[in-house]
């Protein structure tokens, strides 16, 4: 039963983060910053969760970090997506899998440790 829930859990958020993207334009990020939303969505979301401990990302969630213009996309981030997700969990993703994460840098209005 808990396991259903959480897996709902993750299929709302995953709705929820879609539909502000859609719904708020940023559908255009794939082009503009060398990258899929949709595939970072689904291969990630469950890692930066606001709750629950920090689980190392899966090689497919790191494939399409990877991919990302770290940059570009925190330029994205608003506070409807800081508020869904931990910007902590996120670096720490990011980070895991590779990519070089820069303290002080903006994320939003998320300053990277």
């Known amino acids: 039963m808990a396991i ?4 709902s859990l993750a299929l709302a958020m995953l709705m929820v983060m879609a539909s502000i993207i859609l719904i708020s334009g ?3 990020v794939s082009a503009q910053c060398q990258g899929s939303i949709p595939n970072l969505i689904s291969k990630c979301s ?4 606001q709750t629950g401990p920090e689980n190392p990302p899966s090689a497919d969630c790191c494939a ?8 570009c996309v925190c330029n994205l981030v608003t506070q409807a997506v800081e508020n869904m997700i931990s910007m902590d969990k996120a670096v720490y993703v990011g980070r895991t899998c ?3 994460i820069q303290s002080g840098q903006k994320c939003g ?3 990277v440790p």
Not at 4 to 7: D, L
Not at 46 to 49: D, G, L, P, S
Not at 65 to 71: C, F, S
């Open 4 to 7: 259903a829930n959480m897996k």
């Open 26 to 28: 940023n559908h255009k």
């Open 46 to 49: 469950t890692f930066v969760q």
């Open 64 to 71: 399409v970090v990877m991919g990302l213009d770290i940059p």
């Open 98 to 100: 590779g990519l070089s």
């Open 109 to 111: 209005s998320y300053t």
